[in-house]
C-alpha cells in the first residue's frame, strides 16, 4: 500500500492523511476487483452457455433463493463497511481537539488571509508549528473559494457571510501548497497559498517577530517595503509591473499619466488616484479593465497605502 501511496498519491503529511489513504484503496481496489470478477464471469458463460444446435431451447429458471441472498447480502456488507469506516474517518477530520491552536483564515479574489492570535497577518503563507493541532476558522470576502490542500487531504468550501472549519495536524516541518477548488473568477487558478510548518520553538519566535504586523521594518525604504507588501499581498496576480496586459492596469509607467476612465471621462494617476484604487477599487476603473477588484479597506492600514504607492512611483 505504501508503494502505491507513493507512486500514485502527494505526500501523506498530516497525522489523520493516511486514514483517508487506506479508505480510498479499499474502495478503489475492492471495486477493481469486483469488476474484473464480473467481466470474467460474463465472458465465461456468454462461451458456456452459447447456442450449439438449431434445436436447443434454454431451460425455464424462475428463481434460485441461495443465489440471490448470497448477490444481495455481500454486496449490502461491502457498503456497510464502507459507510461505517467512512464515517469513522469524516469524524476523526471533524471533531476539532480541544487544545487546537486556532488561526483565522480569510478567502478573498484571489489571495488567502491568515491571522493569528497576536495580531500578526500573512497573505499566502499560512505558518503552523509541526505535530500540534491546529484549528482554521475560515470565512470569505467575496464569494465562495474553497481551501485545498492535498498533502493534508483536507478541502473544505469557504463561504461569505459564514464561518466553516477544518484541524490538521502537520507532523514535520516543510512546506505543503494550498489551492483554492472553487471557481472564483478570473484568476482562480493563481489563488495559491502554501502552508509553512516549522518546529515548534521556531514557530513562537515567528509569530512574536510578527506581532501587530502592519509597520514598516527599520532597515526598508517606503518604496522597498511597498514592493514587499505588493507581493504578500499578491497585486501582481492582477497588476503587471513590466507593462504586460493582465487583469488590471500594469503599474510600469502609470505614475503621472493621463488615463481614460470607463464613463468616458479621464483621471491623473496620482498619489489621490492610487489610494481611492486601493481602497474604493471600482469607482474610478480605467477604459478596457474589468471592475473586478476588491477593496483592501481594513486591511492595508495608511503607511502601507503609502509605501505601495512610493513603491509604484518607482516602476518608471
Ligand atoms: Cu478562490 Cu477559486
Known sequence: MDALNDLLLPPAKSTLAHQTDTLFWFVHLSSLALTIGLIAVIVYFVYKYRRKSEDEVTPLITHNNTLEVTWSVIPLILVL??????Y????????????????????QKWMWQFTYENGAR??????V???????LIMSSNDVIHSFYVPDYRLKQDVVPGQYTELWFNAKEPGESIIYCTEYCGTA??????????????????????NAGGGSKPEDLAPAEWGEQLAQEYACATCHSTDGSQMTGPTWQGKF??????????????????????????????????????????GQLNEEQINAIIEYIKTLK
Open 81 to 86: 463497511v464502507v459507510f461505517g469506516w467512512g
Open 88 to 107: 469513522k474517518v469524516f469524524m476523526d477530520q471533524q471533531v476539532v481537539p480541544d487544545d487546537a491552536y486556532e488561526i483565522k483564515v480569510t478567502g
Open 122 to 127: 500573512t497573505n499566502g503563507e499560512l505558518h
Open 129 to 135: 508549528p509541526a505535530d500540534r493541532p491546529i484549528k
Open 188 to 209: 482562480h487558478s493563481d489563488m495559491l497559498g502554501t502552508v509553512v510548518v516549522h518546529e515548534q520553538t521556531d514557530f513562537k519566535t515567528w509569530l512574536a517577530e
Open 256 to 297: 503621472g499619466s493621463e488615463e481614460p476612465l470607463a464613463d468616458g471621462s479621464s483621471v491623473t494617476v496620482d498619489e489621490n488616484y492610487l489610494r481611492e484604487s486601493i481602497l474604493e477599487p471600482n469607482a474610478k476603473v480605467v477604459q478596457g479593465f474589468p471592475a473586478v477588484m476588491n477593496t483592501y479597506q
